[in-house]
């Protein structure tokens, strides 16, 4: 089945530097890759996603990167800020048709004001 | 939009009681919902996937029998912890998705502790 591995697992920043997070997959035929962006004793949020018949997409201070041919995606998250401080999560799934998500471990981003 | 709300936000229990959890989509129809389970530190695992109106499907090393799963509508999804036990105490959060696209959108969780 789909494995995803994702790194760093812990990563913190100065406020106002940007962060990278890495997460790789397993199975090609996955087609849909979000990352979640979760607070403590709370659910995940969706903050953005891409497909695979997509290199990049950008949404004001966070932007994802695909490569399929390597199998891998980033979030890259610019100007960080206190509030970005959070369990950000990243996911892949399609593979075989299915709907289920497969996440990573996640990264705990911690950005010191 | 896309909001999913789960009730209770917590809940304390004690040990061979049962549980109910409530997930529910507020403004779009979820044709699926999903169930996962977290444990502190960790990442997230599912533990079933249901569409309305049909039986779920439990991923393996879950218990149908004690993890009771119904999607009576397109709004609401229910997960019932039978005979619950201390290591049954976890944070379940349920995700609800639309027929047409990809995205999941997730409740704010339940937390449940057994004594």
């Known amino acids: 089945g789909e494995n995803v591995e994702q790194h760093p697992s812990t990563l913190s920043v100065q406020e106002g530097d940007s962060a990278v997070i890495k997460c790789t997959y397993s199975d090609s035929a996955s087609n849909y890759f979000p990352w979640y962006k979760q607070e403590l004793g709370k659910g995940p949020q969706l903050i953005i996603d891409i497909r695979s018949n997509v290199g990049e997409k950008k949404d004001q201070r966070i932007a994802v990167t695909l490569n399929k041919t390597a199998k891998h995606f980033s979030l890259h998250i610019t100007e960080t800020q206190p509030e970005d401080s959070a369990v950000y999560f990243c996911?892949?799934?399609?593979?075989?048709?299915?709907?289920?998500?497969?996440f990573g471990k996640g990264t705990k981003l911690t950005v010191n004001p | 939009g896309a909001v999913v709300s789960q009730h209770p936000s917590w809940v304390i229990c004690k040990s061979g009681t049962s549980v109910k959890i409530e997930c529910r989509s507020l403004d779009f129809q979820a044709t699926t919902m999903f169930w996962y389970r977290q444990f502190p530190k960790q990442s997230l695992m599912l533990m079933a996937t249901s569409n309305e109106g049909s039986k779920a499907t439990y991923e393996q090393g879950v218990e149908k029998d004690k993890f009771l799963i119904n999607h009576a509508s397109l709004t609401l999804s229910t997960l019932t912890v039978t005979s619950a036990h201390p290591e049954d105490s976890s944070f379940y959060i349920c995700?609800?998705?639309?027929?047409?696209?990809?995205?999941?959108?997730f409740g704010p969780g339940t937390r449940l502790t057994v004594t």
């Open positions: 995700s609800a998705k639309q027929a047409v696209g990809y995205e999941q959108y």
């Open positions: 996911a892949a799934s399609g593979m075989g048709g299915s709907e289920k998500l497969v």
